[in-house]
């Protein structure tokens, strides 16, 4: 996921563009921004190229999973169905709403199993969150099916697979509402930033108000627009909203050059006896910002990812360990640890996180190792890596 690594004259540009008129704001000040209007043409963009109806530009991919749940109505004592690896905004997001996370486990798609999700499903349950990891997808039409039959609203965390699809359609654009980061690790990067698109209108209203305190921005004077509802500042600036859009124009580009570097490894893998790759329920539509593969246990995924550490192959991720992306080591949620007593504690059906079973995605993570691909690698330095892992994963 490369946002980081592009930082260019398109950037500049775009946000010098900002620099001369000073005008930082997204609204208003129609007569001296000199028809710039940053984050609105990315949002113009950004809904084209996903074909969808609806985009909001905010200001983080936790924002827009937020504007998200409130503005399809999910809130205090709400049940909403999540993966346990993810990164933990996702689950932030959902106890900032007042609502309840609960745990359903992945397949080896990295994602939510979609014929587990109806055991999980109860009287509370208002929505489930998918979250397409590591820039590929799960089976998104499958548990759009689960979330129809049980008029559930389906909200996608595609935080880490902009210019992904499935079948020819968007990641995002299944659900209710999709939701994307534009932070410095992510496929490309406002700097911060995050959107949320949706083909529903009414969806759409209230996010764009609620992410502005609830203003109607209706009329140019700030004191004088109505506010119809309660809301939040989850606003982006418009020198952030520049940056993305130099970088969005750049996605078709990076998603090109990610898919070729990863068959490149890819393929040199496939000959090593031991190693499984991720299911990946249409290849052509994988963002390919990560390789992720299996080994055959926990112990052997353990050593062959020092021995990759020490042949110098470094970008490899062991989530299993990680502290910011499994449940097994958010201890912080478990404990309820927060400097405020949560929502969700007063609630009766707020579970005691320590005892959830997940022995599933125990089972797929113990035996995961993810590999970041980059852009700036060179052919010499992906023939390198190649090398070294085929050494390494020989066994
Ligand atoms: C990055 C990320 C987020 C949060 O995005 P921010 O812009 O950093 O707030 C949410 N979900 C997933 C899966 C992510 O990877």
Redesign the pocket.
């Known amino acids: 996921m490369p946002g980081f690594e592009i930082f260019s004259k398109e950037e500049q540009k775009e946000v010098y563009d900002v620099l001369e008129t000073g005008v930082l704001f997204r609204y208003g000040f129609d007569n001296v921004r000199n028809g710039h209007y940053k984050a609105k043409s990315f949002e113009d963009e950004l809904s084209k190229k996903l074909n969808v109806k609806y985009c909001h530009l905010c200001?983080?991919?936790?924002?827009?999973?937020s504007i998200a749940l409130a503005s399809s109505g999910i809130g205090a004592g709400d049940e909403v169905i999540v993966p346990p690896f993810?990164?933990?905004?996702?689950i932030e997001?959902v106890i900032n709403a007042g609502a309840i996370p609960v745990f359903s486990d992945i397949d080896e798609t990295l994602c939510l199993d979609p014929k587990l999700i109806e055991q999980k499903i109860s009287n509370k349950t208002k929505a489930v969150i998918v979250?397409?990891?590591c820039g590929s997808m799960a089976y998104i039409d499958e548990i759009k099916k689960v979330c129809d039959k049980h008029n559930l609203i389906l909200i996608e965390?595609?935080?880490?697979a902009v210019g992904a699809s499935y079948k020819g359609k968007s990641l995002g654009s299944f659900g209710d509402a999709g939701?994307f980061?534009?932070?410095p690790?992510?496929t490309i990067t406002c700097g911060?930033?995050?959107a949320i698109i949706t083909d529903n209108e009414q969806i759409y209203k209230n996010a764009f108000a609620y992410a502005d305190h609830g203003h109607d921005h209706i009329g140019n004077d700030r004191g004088l627009e109505g506010h119809p509802i309660l809301g939040v500042n989850y606003r982006i600036c418009e020198l952030n909203a520049a940056v993305g859009l130099a970088q969005l124009r750049k996605l078709d580009w990076i998603i090109d050059k990610q898919r070729k570097t990863k068959k490149m490894i890819k393929d040199a893998l496939s000959n090593c006896k031991n190693v499984r790759f991720r299911n990946i329920p249409d290849e052509q539509g994988d963002s390919a910002t990560f390789l992720s593969f299996f080994l055959p246990d926990e112990d052997k995924t353990r050593e062959i990812s020092k021995k990759l550490s020490a042949a110098g192959v470094d970008s490899c991720f062991y989530w299993y360990d990680n502290n910011w992306h499994y449940l097994k080591k958010w201890s912080h949620l478990k404990q309820f640890q927060s400097p405020a007593k949560l929502a969700i504690q007063m609630f009766d059906n707020c579970p005691d996180y320590n005892k959830t079973q997940i022995k599933v995605s125990d089972d797929i993570m113990k035996k995961t190792l993810s590999m970041l691909i980059k852009l700036s690698w060179s052919e010499e330095q992906i023939n390198e890596r190649i090398k070294n892992m085929t050494s390494a994963l020989d066994f």
Do not use: N, P, R
């Open positions: 200001s983080s991919g936790t924002a827009a999973l993810t990164f933990i905004a996702t997001s979250v397409h990891m965390d595609s935080c880490q939701c980061s534009f932070d690790v992510k911060e930033g995050g």
